[in-house]
């Protein structure tokens, strides 16, 4: 590597003379007496881009310079070649454990000299290519993964709105619901059954595709959906096929952006088509039971039901936390995954207040108030 600066560090100015001369006419050279001046020079700009560093000195010797310069983040970088009269295996075993990158023995050869000079200076170099390209690849992985996540979120709330225009619950209760999941997988994280399966990725991704679990509704007649009434029978029927309208449309958006089985829409397409299925096999539109249920949907099912059990709806009247949580309690094992409700009823005071923080009116919510919507 032309133009670089290298430090001879010897106590012997004959030795650092003969290395001047074998290397003056290819390099810049900086001499060092002793392990204090090296350990000062080694930091001096521009810094070294090579070491030469005898053993053998009074007070600190090569081996003390070699940790102290390896131990401190300016100068670790640099790479050592030891130069000395210690020819002893050990004694160049010692000096290859503390890092030092070549070991030349003395009475020195010139031509050896320069030829490991050339060779270590560019392999440092290299390896610093190697390094700012890293960085390279850093900077763009970050700067796609951001694209990435942007196109994630645009598109999750492209087709939130599009539910939200056809649903006619409150977007607080989305906003309820969202964080009634966040919460329950955070706390699910200390169950070692969903530890592996709720890291922070996927915690995020549950999160954001929560809005998503009524999409389907965008599928449901006018007459039904937005009936001021309690459903018949048949009603209930049409209405129950809104898990396949929602899958289906957000498979087809998966398919649209070329996702396929792990894209970042699999938890909302689980969410929207299995959050009506009970841990009994009782629910639909498959009637899954037990663990085929995906834990999405699992997850979702407490969100929902809680969020309904808080809330007025026309066939029902708006039940206070305490009895949504005995009922929720009750249904563990036939309607929910009595593990999750565990965790459930460890976290219940989280939910209430996120009820409060998302009311819909600014009511009380003691406990013997219930939360109208």
């Not at 001499?31 to 810094?47: F, M, S, V």
């Not at 190697?130 to 709330?157: P, S, Y």
């Not at 249904?331 to 819909?360: H, L, M, N, Q, W």
Request: aromatic share 6%; with cysteine; net charge negative.
């Amino acid at each position: 590597m032309d133009n670089a600066t290298i430090l001879i560090v010897d106590d012997e100015p004959f030795n650092i003379s003969l290395l001047r001369d074998v290397l003056k006419a290819e390099y810049r050279l900086v001499a060092a007496r002793n392990g204090e001046q090296a350990l000062k020079r080694a930091l001096d700009q521009p810094r070294p881009d090579l070491i030469l560093l005898d053993i053998m000195m009074p007070e600190m010797d090569g081996y003390a310079v070699c940790r102290r310069l390896l131990a401190n983040p300016d100068t670790a970088v640099i790479p050592i070649i030891f130069i000395t009269a210690m020819n002893d295996e050990h004694d160049e075993t010692l000096g290859f454990e503390l890092g030092a990158v070549d070991y030349i023995t003395k009475p020195i050869s010139p031509p050896i000299v320069r030829a490991r000079v050339r060779t270590q200076l560019a392999l440092a170099h290299a390896r610093a290519e190697l390094a700012d390209q890293n960085l390279h690849l850093e900077r763009l992985v970050r700067e796609r993964t951001a694209e990435l996540e942007i196109t994630q979120d645009a598109t999750i709330i492209a087709m939130t709105s599009m539910a939200e225009t056809r649903d006619n619950e409150t977007g607080n209760h989305i906003r309820r619901t969202q964080n009634y999941i966040r919460t329950l997988a955070i706390a699910l994280r200390t169950d070692p059954a969903f530890a592996e399966h709720l890291d922070d990725s996927v915690i995020d991704l549950l999160y954001k595709s929560a809005p998503l679990h009524d999409i389907g509704k965008v599928g449901i007649p006018d007459r039904i959906l937005l009936k001021p009434d309690r459903l018949n029978v048949e009603e209930f029927e049409i209405m129950k096929r809104h898990p396949g309208y929602g899958r289906a449309a957000i498979a087809k958006a998966e398919q649209l952006l070329g996702d396929n089985q792990s894209s970042f829409l699999r938890y909302a397409r689980d969410i929207a088509y299995t959050h009506h299925e009970k841990w009994d096999g009782s629910g639909y539109p498959r009637g899954l039971a037990g663990d085929a249920i995906p834990l999405a949907g699992r997850l979702m099912a407490v969100a929902d039901v809680y969020d309904a059990l808080i809330s007025q709806r026309v066939y029902k009247p708006a039940f206070t936390h305490e009895k949504s949580v005995e009922i929720i309690i009750a249904g563990s094992g036939s309607y929910f995954d009595p593990r999750i409700i565990a965790t459930f009823v460890c976290i219940a005071e989280e939910f209430r207040g996120i009820a409060k923080a998302f009311s819909d009116t600014n009511v009380d919510t003691k406990d013997n108030v219930p939360l109208p919507v």
